[in-house]
């Protein structure tokens, strides 16, 4: 029994190991959620105001709302991550890398306001129906 420890435990370590992603991983979750943004704004810009009287027909646009709101936002924040994490491999001085986490901060604000106004819109679009 207590031979078989040692082996259960180098096993469960190889299990556990950290997985280095693929060095494309970034390019390709960005491209994916460009392309949602972009049929999001697609759809939105296919939608016409005379026919949401009919509530059935607001699911669409408001899955599009959705969809490229929360695409776009990952996006940003992807890539002010990603600015983030360069600025740290490149060793920038503090001072630089306080300005990059700000302007993230003000980025993620940016992105609540929108959000919230988008919805203030949205209710006022459905309320005047």
Known sequence: MNEALPNFELRL???????????????????ALEA????????????ELSAMRDPRNWARPAAALVAG?????????????RRAQRAQRHGLR???????????????????DF???TRKQTRKLLDRR
Not at 20 to 26: I, K
Not at 94 to 112: G, H, M, S, V
């Open 115 to 117: 959000a919230e106004q």
């Open 69 to 81: 709101g929360a695409a776009g936002t990952a996006l940003v924040l992807l890539r002010a991550r």
């Open 36 to 47: 949602i943004t972009e049929l999001a704004a697609g759809e939105l810009d296919a939608w």
């Open 94 to 112: 503090a001072a630089n890398l306080e300005r990059a986490a700000n302007l993230e901060r003000a980025a993620e604000r940016a992105l609540k």
């Open 13 to 31: 370590r190889e299990a556990l190991a950290p997985v280095e992603p693929p060095a494309d991983l970034v390019e390709r979750v960005e491209g």
